[in-house]
């Protein structure tokens, strides 16, 4: 028998016509690439977004086709994100800090067809644009298009004076909203193709109390940039409950990060570590303090024990981690206490803290080994980590729908972890970062971790050498905070207790810079090819 409610196709628009309509003076605020912070509000941004689609619309744009971006966090890449989907055609936010052949590779393969871009990005697209023959016109998102040797125009005149009343939606839910590219630590990009429902069904799992809570009452500061992970969703979730959005620009320095938490009040926030750890760093040396921040949500990357308290006893902020994967649209755990978790005094509910977390309605996790066979969760065992749900990609864009999971319609995350009966899952590596020693595992993560505590540390990596007898040891490498000189010593000593004996590095190296990657995480690859023709210590006890 079916069922005799209205049909309301989950399509995407519909979330800014609603923020426009009952949110409409909330405010979204910009540091704009002009330089100052600009004002606007759901009502202007979704007038401004109808013009986009008009705009759009004229060029040839078509349901379906990819209208790249490539830009930081502002209300003008907003615009331009809900134009297009509002159209049926499909947003690809493309990452400027990727590797050029990267970038190259992944327009040609989503074939974009128009560009939009911050003016920042004119020097790179010079280099890029003569090998993407697919891109026919580029608008800079900036009042004034800067100087370039390809045709180009400027979004404010091309804006000026369009229609606002191009309809929106009316199209199947299951059609295709966004693309985004995975980073490619291994092998070629590959892209993720959300759809209309499934972007809005994950708005409205992030929105619960147990993960992001946001509300009309948040003052929320997007740091993940729009063309990472799907910007966690907030792109949806902020406009769908009504809370005021501060877009961060370019600028992602602690003291321009600082300095809008506190002038636009902002409750919530979102980022990788390392921006809260140089959000941190920015606080200690200038004595600074966060007075309406009250949480942030930190995942993309294993939260550090020191961030958590750091945050709690210094500022009063609680740290609460998510994991997920641009695959997972990406939210899919969060590390929000349970009730019995809830029960215990705060320094027995952090190593919950410290973990991934639960699940969120709506998904399936399971664990397995290598045969595909499944494994206990028991909280010790650990195995291939594997999702499943409308907000999981079952393919990668270009291949077969399905071909991307197992015969329980299972998508391979490449994490490796455990999960205890409660339902708490620890993430131990991602399967390519394990460090295998002697037959048995170290988790790098847990490591890099603890020794980032160290208060003379501002960055650690553990990487994992091979070794003629252990296969692999783990070595440290550490960035130390500015100014300082530390001895190995020092840092074997801390990590003393904390560890497994036989997880204890064999050796630390103290290097200026742990590089990040493009998306704000400690780059590996990079380090490993640094890390060439690097032998471990001599180990007399070993013959080599
Ligand atoms: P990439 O890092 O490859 O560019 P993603 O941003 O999609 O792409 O990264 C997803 C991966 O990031 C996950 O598979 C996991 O390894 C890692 N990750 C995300 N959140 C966390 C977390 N809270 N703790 C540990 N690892 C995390």
Not at 104 to 122: E, G, K, R
Not at 159 to 168: I, K, N, Q
Request: proline share 7%.
């Amino acid at each position: 028998m079916q069922a005799l409610m209205q049909d309301w196709s989950l399509t995407l628009d519909k979330i800014l016509d609603h923020a426009a309509r009952w949110h409409g003076d909330r405010e979204v605020v910009t540091r704009s690439v002009e330089g100052p912070v600009t004002r606007s509000t759901y009502a202007d941004l979704h007038r401004r977004a109808k013009q986009v689609s008009h705009g759009l619309l004229a060029m040839g744009i078509k349901p379906g086709d990819r209208v790249a971006t490539m830009g930081w966090n502002s209300d003008r890449h907003l615009e331009v994100w809900y134009g297009c989907i509002g159209i049926g055609a499909v947003l690809h936010t493309l990452n400027p800090r990727l590797f050029p052949e990267q970038i190259i590779y992944i327009a040609n393969h989503a074939q974009d067809t128009v560009l939009f871009a911050d003016p920042a990005c004119a020097p790179l697209l010079a280099e890029l644009l003569p090998q993407c023959p697919t891109i026919k016109r580029v608008v800079f998102m900036s009042d004034e298009a800067p100087p370039t040797p390809f045709p180009a125009e400027a979004y404010e005149p091309w804006l000026s004076g369009r229609p606002a009343d191009t309809a929106w939606g009316g199209f199947d839910e299951t059609l295709a909203a966004g693309l985004c590219y995975t980073s490619g630590t291994t092998g070629n990009p590959k892209g993720v193709l959300y759809g209309h429902r499934s972007n809005y069904l994950h708005a409205m799992m992030t929105l619960q109390p147990d993960a992001l809570n946001l509300s009309a009452r948040d003052t929320v500061l997007l740091i993940v940039p729009m063309y990472h992970a799907n910007a966690w969703g907030v792109m949806y979730s902020a406009p769908m409950v009504g809370a005021k959005l501060v877009l961060p620009g370019a600028k992602l320095d602690g003291a321009s990060l600082h300095e809008l938490m506190e002038t636009e009040g902002v409750t919530y926030s979102a980022g990788v570590p390392t921006i809260w750890q140089m959000l941190l760093t920015h606080l200690k040396d200038t004595g600074g303090k966060l007075t309406t921040l009250r949480r942030v949500t930190v995942g993309g990357a294993a939260c550090p024990e020191s961030l958590i308290r750091a945050l709690r006893d210094d500022y009063d902020v609680d740290v609460i981690q998510g994991w997920g994967m641009t695959e997972t649209s990406p939210l899919a755990t969060v590390s929000i206490p349970s009730p019995k978790v809830a029960a215990l005094p705060f320094e027995s509910q952090l190593p919950y803290k410290l973990k991934q977390g639960r699940l969120v309605c709506n998904l399936d996790l399971k664990l397995v080994d290598d045969a595909g066979q499944r494994l206990p969760h028991d909280g010790k065992t650990f195995g291939k980590l594997m999702i499943k749900g409308p907000t999981v990609a079952s393919a990668y864009y270009g291949s077969e729908p399905g071909s991307a999971l197992d015969e329980e319609g299972f998508f391979d995350t490449g994490d490796v972890s455990t999960i205890d009966a409660d339902g708490w899952m620890q993430i131990t590596d991602r399967a390519k970062d394990v460090i295998k020693s002697g037959g048995e595992w170290i988790s790098s993560i847990d490591v890099e971790n603890i020794a980032v505590g160290h208060p003379k540390a501002a960055l650690c990596a553990v990487l994992g050498v091979v070794h003629p007898k252990w296969d692999e040891r783990p070595i440290l490498l550490v960035q130390l905070e500015p100014g300082q000189t530390a001895e190995k010593q020092e840092f074997l000593d801390y990590l003393d207790g904390k560890i497994a004996r036989w997880w204890t590095p064999d050796d630390v190296l103290f290097v200026d810079e742990i590089p990040l990657g493009p998306t704000g995480k400690i780059d590996k690859k990079l380090l490993r090819t640094r890390l060439t023709g690097y032998e471990l210590p001599f180990d007399p006890g070993l013959k080599r």
